[in-house]
């Protein structure tokens, strides 16, 4: 049962080692001396990640559903601590604890910072965290399926884990799906990042915000995040890209490869969160406008990237949203829980498990009124079995649980509430941004505890698994 487990995850950790050579190339590109503590920290990683899969290796015919499940929470929970060690005790990172929260924030995709003056770390260091959002944005794991074919393992279960987008299973081997995803993600970084140097990044924080963008992840190297630049048209690709980002790379894939307009206008969750996301920016522009006596010009600017970034659950800020006014922590809160599409590389419940719990209380509204009414639960043309139904009410229940409980622990530290529930929202949801000044876009997570961070760390990951995949592995395995 554990050989596919370790060896996987073995191969995983070897590929990460070779990865944490390019921080330590690019600061030599920039001063002339490599990042030893980069290096060290690869060949490190390449040697127990490589005599892990070694001492695994063997030809697997079929991975038992259990399997994936272990081999996905394994990955998430081990993959921070490897991923933290060239951060430790490199720039201003001088304790274990703030390594693991960065490099745990980074490889789920969060954008959580503890980090207080991100503009005077080493490049290696600011890349290195990049990195690890481009990584956590697709998931780790689909890249061991599509890395491994050599393997003969039959890995839908694994694709499963890491993609939740079930609407469109439109090729017949995982391994070519994966392909597939790899290549839009890479593309789309790309056009990114040379759309972001074309309006006025230099190439290296081009390069970093686009894997930051199109990763719905967060890290910036400013202290500032995006409003650092002032720049109209850098926000604007960064927020045409965060939508992107939001959508299903399934949909996008199906998209490109139809070319038709069905293929763009058919799917009922891409219309909702784009019609919702519309709404909020309109309702939002005209509220703060109105409210902060500005121009609509200027609020539309602010507000909707500000808006995209946090229902996208990306944590780029282009102002101080926490200081818009006491309102604004109710109303990110409700964005963050939004989420973009199931499918993508936000975190969150997402808009399709919404548009389930939706369809689910207008089918017993109808039954309410009109008994003998046949009330069929539906989302666009495609009907919802009760099953569906349920587990999207048991991770619902799971990350509104979880929220409570994680908050009610911080604040026994002496944590106020409104801190404690703002930081356990932004991880969870892998937003990234507090709802309070402290923890804000100006602010970071490096106050805390070690305690604190230590249960935040793994409130990320447990947003990044969409918190059933834990519980069903500890109510389900069966150790031999």
Same mark, same amino acid.
């Given at each position: 049962m554990w050989q596919p487990v370790l060896m996987i995850n073995g191969f995983i950790i070897f590929v990460i080692g070779i990865m944490m050579f390019i921080p330590s190339f690019a600061l030599y590109y920039y001063t002339g001396?490599?990042?030893?503590?980069?290096?060290?920290?690869?060949?490190?990683?390449?040697?127990?990640?490589?005599?892990? %899969? @070694?001492?695994?290796?063997?030809? /697997?015919? =079929?991975?038992? *559903? &259990?399997?994936?499940? !272990?081999?996905?929470?394994? $990955?998430?929970?081990?993959?921070?601590?490897?991923?933290?060690?060239?951060?430790?005790?490199?720039?201003?990172?001088?304790?274990?604890?703030?390594?693991?929260?960065?490099?745990?924030?980074?490889?789920?995709?969060?954008?959580?910072?503890?980090?207080?003056?991100?503009?005077?770390?080493?490049?290696?260091?600011?890349?290195?965290?990049?990195?690890?959002?481009?990584?956590?944005?697709?998931?780790?794991?689909?890249?061991?399926?599509?890395?491994?074919?050599?393997?003969?393992?039959?890995?839908?279960?694994?694709?499963?884990?890491?993609?939740?987008?079930?609407?469109?299973? %439109? @090729?017949?081997?995982?391994?070519? /799906?994966? =392909?597939?995803? *790899? &290549?839009?993600?890479? !593309?789309?970084?790309?056009? $990114?990042?040379?759309?972001?140097?074309?309006?006025?990044?230099?190439?290296?924080?081009?390069?970093?915000?686009?894997?930051?963008?199109?990763g719905t992840a967060g890290f910036s190297t400013k202290n500032n995040?995006?409003?650092?630049?002032?720049?109209?048209?850098?926000?604007?690709?960064?927020?045409?890209?965060?939508?992107?980002?939001?959508?299903?790379?399934?949909?996008?894939?199906?998209?490109?490869?139809?070319?038709?307009?069905?293929?763009?206008?058919s799917n009922a969750q891409v219309n909702t969160f784009l019609k919702l996301l519309a709404f909020y920016i309109i309702a939002l522009t005209v509220f703060y406008a109105n409210y902060a006596n500005i121009e609509y010009t200027k609020a539309f600017r602010y507000v909707s990237f500000n808006t995209i970034s946090a229902i996208t659950t990306t944590g780029l800020a282009s102002s101080n949203f926490v200081a818009w006014g006491s309102w604004s922590f109710i109303v990110f809160l409700i964005f963050y829980m939004h989420g973009g599409c199931t499918g993508s590389t936000t975190g969150s419940i997402k808009i399709f498990r919404w548009q389930v719990i939706s369809a689910f209380f207008k089918k017993n509204a109808i039954k309410s009124l009109s008994p003998n009414q046949i009330a069929v639960m539906k989302i666009g043309d495609k009907i919802i079995n009760e099953n569906i139904v349920s587990s999207v009410f048991v991770l619902v229940l799971g990350f509104i649980f979880s929220i409570i409980f994680l908050s009610l622990v911080i604040c026994l530290t002496g944590v106020d509430f409104a801190t404690s529930i703002g930081a356990v929202v932004a991880c969870i949801t892998n937003s990234g941004i507090g709802l309070t000044e402290a923890i804000g876009p100006n602010g970071s997570f490096a106050e805390f505890s070690n305690f604190v961070k230590y249960i935040l760390s793994f409130a990320m990951i447990l947003g990044r698994l969409e918190v059933v995949s834990v519980i069903v592995l500890l109510t389900k395995i069966k150790l031999p």
């Open positions: 001396t490599p990042d030893y503590i980069f290096i060290q920290s690869g060949i490190a990683s390449m040697f127990f990640g490589g005599l892990l %899969f @070694l001492t695994n290796y063997g030809k /697997i015919e =079929k991975i038992s *559903i &259990i399997q994936g499940y !272990l081999i996905t929470v394994f $990955c998430w929970f081990i993959l921070p601590f490897v991923c933290s060690l060239p951060l430790y005790n490199n720039g201003s990172i001088h304790t274990f604890t703030n390594a693991l929260f960065e490099a745990t924030s980074g490889i789920t995709a969060t954008g959580a910072t503890i980090l207080n003056n991100t503009e005077g770390e080493l490049k290696s260091v600011l890349l290195w965290r990049a990195i690890l959002n481009g990584l956590g944005g697709i998931g780790i794991v689909i890249f061991a399926v599509a890395l491994m074919p050599f393997l003969g393992i039959g890995g839908m279960h694994l694709f499963n884990k890491e993609n939740s987008d079930t609407e469109d299973k %439109f @090729l017949p081997k995982v391994r070519y /799906i994966a =392909k597939d995803i *790899i &290549i839009t993600y890479v !593309l789309l970084n790309i056009v $990114c990042a040379l759309l972001l140097n074309m309006a006025g990044m230099n190439k290296f924080d081009a390069i970093t915000h686009a894997m930051s963008t199109i995040s995006i409003s650092f630049f002032d720049n109209y048209l850098i926000e604007l690709i960064i927020g045409v890209f965060m939508i992107i980002g939001a959508l299903p790379i399934t949909y996008l894939i199906l998209a490109f490869k139809r070319r038709t307009i069905s293929s763009i206008t």
